[in-house]
């Protein structure tokens, strides 16, 4: 039966604090998340995931941000940012020595995205990115891309979108992804908003995500 357990390791600067996954039959992979500006690592999207990607034999590290941690609620301030991309990294340096295989960073909206502009600052940081929801631009401001990034992106990064997201519609999304040099892949959530598993989703998205990701990574 597969594991979940509390994580609080604060050897160093940032702490990294959330709920570690842990499968019955590993399949040596690992995968660390994280949640958006709006949310924490308690999110439904992420422990549905979570739990779908241990199923799966991954080992699956959730995580709070460094805002996060700090209040329990509002959104993170720009200035923080950098110190949101130390708390990924250091996520990543506390789960390396548990894997045997891959190791992927990933999460939603916010914090995907932070993970992408850590990772194209460091490119042999992780084999690959999973990005729910890449929040392209804020809502009904089509022209504020935060895209400047992309062309430094070397990471394989699946991306994961709904078709109904304010944040970046599907047409939008395409040609934005098309200046990121590594291999990239656009999963299509059909009616999905930018929480992606609302009321209206479908209840296989979890193992669909899944399947698309080790598909995409051929793992």
Do not use: W
């Amino acid at each position: 039966m597969n594991r979940t357990s509390e994580v609080h390791e604060q050897s160093a600067e940032p702490a990294v604090r959330g709920f570690l996954h842990t499968p019955e039959n590993g399949n040596g992979n690992a995968l660390v998340l994280t949640h958006g500006a709006g949310g924490n690592c308690q999110s439904k999207l992420l422990v549905t995931v979570s739990k779908a990607f241990s199923d799966a034999g991954f080992l699956v590290l959730r995580i709070n941000l460094p805002f996060r941690q700090q209040r329990p609620f509002g959104p993170p301030s720009p200035g923080g940012a950098a110190r949101d991309r130390e708390g990924l990294q250091r996520a990543v340096e506390v789960m390396k020595p548990k894997v045997a295989g891959k190791l992927f960073l990933g999460g939603h909206s916010y914090g995907g995205r932070q993970a992408t502009m850590l990772v194209a600052e460091n490119h042999t940081l992780v084999d690959g990115l999973l990005l729910f929801s890449y929040p392209l631009h804020p809502p009904r401001k089509p022209t504020q891309l935060r895209i400047a990034h992309f062309p430094q992106l070397m990471t394989p990064a699946l991306f994961v979108h709904g078709s109904r997201d304010p944040f970046g519609l599907l047409e939008e999304m395409g040609p934005a992804l098309e200046l990121i040099p590594a291999k990239h892949e656009l999963v299509s959530v059909e009616g999905g908003g930018h929480d992606l598993i609302g009321k209206k989703a479908r209840p296989d998205f979890p193992a669909d995500v899944v399947s698309a990701f080790r598909k995409f990574f051929n793992i």
